[in-house]
């Protein structure tokens, strides 16, 4: 789910809303997942509320109306998995197959897949995802790839971390620019705390640029799917 940057400066104070969801067992799984922890965490990356799912992945939690909220999916087997959205100032349900975890074994497997990449053997959190321009393709009504797009991955003080991509028949790539044909991306080694993502791509003249804001937990993951390069108007 990605986050784009918005402005509230202006306003008002927050009162709590509710915010409701299913977590399901698997990205593009029909199943919710039971006795996963739905930990939300406010604006100022402080630890707000928590709640349990039910046994079929149903939860619902309070959060701060009108604010940026973050939450985080943990549980037996599962990497600690980070969403994060923004609520107004009415009671939230998030949308179907938004919300998901990622298991050890899917986190170990993503590592495998980025093999050749120095990075991917780092400790620590990991940002993921796929990203697409706003078109939509004729023949099969998904997203177009954004082949040429590249990512940027900071922390909180500004520290860049290397990304990792693929080549266009998803093999690990020591090096490279860019997404590719694959559209998949992966940075490794980030740290606990606030993360900014750049998804960025030139086209002639011009640089089109959206992001992403997560906070990252301690040895827990990001997905980004999808990510948007959002086209200018």
């Known amino acids: 789910m990605m986050l784009p940057l918005i402005a509230l400066a202006c306003l008002p104070e927050p009162t709590d809303v509710e915010l409701s969801g299913q977590v399901l067992t698997a990205q593009n799984s029909n199943e919710g997942a039971p006795d996963i922890t739905v930990t939300a965490f406010d604006a100022e990356m402080e630890q707000y509320s928590d709640a349990i799912t039910d046994s079929n992945g149903q939860f619902a939690t309070s959060v701060q109306s009108n604010r940026v909220y973050h939450l985080v999916l943990s549980g037996d087997g599962v990497t600690p998995t980070a969403f994060s959205g923004v609520v107004g100032s009415s009671d939230t349900s998030i949308g179907a197959d938004e919300l998901f975890i990622r298991s050890k074994t899917e986190t170990e497997a ?124």
């Not at 995802?129 to 940027?152: C, H, K, P, T, W």
Request: hydrophobic share 45%; net charge negative; proline share 3%.
């Open 110 to 233: 993503l590592r495998a897949t980025h093999s050749n990449c120095a990075a991917a053997d780092l400790d620590g959190g990991i940002v993921e995802g796929l990203i697409y321009f706003r078109l939509i393709n004729e023949q099969d009504e998904s997203f177009l790839i954004a082949e040429e797009a590249m990512v940027e991955v900071y922390d909180v003080n500004g520290t860049q971390y290397d990304t990792c991509y693929l080549d266009s028949d998803g093999v690990s790539l020591e090096s490279g620019t860019e997404v590719g044909a694959t559209g998949r991306f992966a940075a490794f080694g980030i740290p606990t705390g606030a993360i900014t993502v750049v998804f960025r791509q030139e086209i002639g003249a011009a640089v089109l640029e959206n992001y992403g804001f997560v906070y990252m937990p301690e040895d827990g993951i990001a997905p980004f799917h999808p990510a948007f390069v959002d086209l200018a108007g």
